[in-house]
């Protein structure tokens, strides 16, 4: 599964660096997940590739001087909206498994001229970073495409990178029932963020159980179908179909996303501080 998922987005990377123009339909997704023109001004033209559910950012009551961790940061475009955030004394990181993506992370940045940006390749279930070192962790849609076996140890990490009181931002996709065996299976669906999405109550748990206290779990009410008009994403997945090496069992024209998953912003705070 992990190798379907940096296949998919290794491609999305490679298609990202070799063009030349930002398209309409990726300004569009996100401006409907929650980012502003301000925003998207700001970033350099290969930050946003349309891949958002979400603006952990605008929720995540950033402060100068912190320290962000981004799980999953494709591109850069959070962690660098964070690093304006922060400003020259705080530093924005961001984590991703796929080579290809801090590759095009590492270009984005160096067009920037931020000092505080870090883009570091590793799973997001096994960060390098020391323990209670970061004030606030973002993730936008991946923490669905972590394997079900392997999610409660995301949260885990989560936990133990973040500081007595530290915060999580998230904003991922989740279902909103349990899913028909045959969405489940289906390989493609599950590299487009739709199979692998946990149920709110599941993601409650993975909090809780991993130390965190005022879990609020809300829906944005997105309409995630928008992602069938994205230039990167391939048959209408958010993460991208046509990269998946397996036939997709679906007709993704046809599946109306929305009545199976929805955009989610999570909030939780880590046992051991106040709450921010």
Not at 51 to 65: D, T
Not at 108 to 136: H, V
Request: net charge negative; aromatic share 6%; hydrophobic share 35%.
């Amino acid at each position: 599964m992990y190798q379907e998922v940096q296949s998919c987005y290794g491609d999305i990377a490679k298609r990202s660096i070799a063009t030349d123009t930002q398209h309409d339909s990726e300004e569009k997704i996100a401006m409907a997940f929650g980012y502003n023109a301000e925003d998207l001004c700001s970033l350099p033209e290969k930050a946003n590739m349309g891949l958002s559910c979400g603006n952990p950012v605008a929720h995540a009551n950033m402060k100068e001087g912190e320290t962000i961790l981004d799980l999953g940061s494709g591109g850069g475009i959070d962690v660098f909206l964070a690093a304006r955030k922060v400003g020259p004394e705080g530093k924005a990181i961001g984590i991703d498994m796929t080579k290809d993506m801090i590759k095009l992370a590492n270009q984005n940045a160096k067009s920037t001229g931020l000092s505080n940006t870090l883009f570091i390749e590793a799973s997001i279930t096994s960060i390098p970073l020391p323990d209670s070192s970061i004030d606030c962790i973002i993730s936008n849609c991946v923490i669905n495409l972590v394997p079900s076996n392997d999610k409660a140890s995301v949260f885990q990490e989560i936990a133990r990178l973040l500081k007595p009181g530290g915060r999580v931002a998230i904003s991922d996709i989740l279902a909103k029932e349990e899913l028909p065996q045959h969405i489940v299976d289906d390989i493609a669906l599950y590299v487009g963020c739709i199979a692998g999405a946990s149920q709110v109550v599941q993601y409650e748990e993975y909090l809780q159980h991993a130390g965190f206290k005022d879990v609020l779990i809300v829906d944005a009410k997105s309409d995630l179908n928008l992602y069938k008009q994205s230039t990167y994403l391939g048959q209408g997945s958010c993460c991208g179909t046509t990269c998946s090496s397996k036939e997709p069992k679906a007709n993704f024209s046809e599946i109306d996303f929305n009545e199976w998953v929805g955009s989610f912003q999570i909030y939780a705070v880590k046992t051991g501080g106040s709450s921010i």
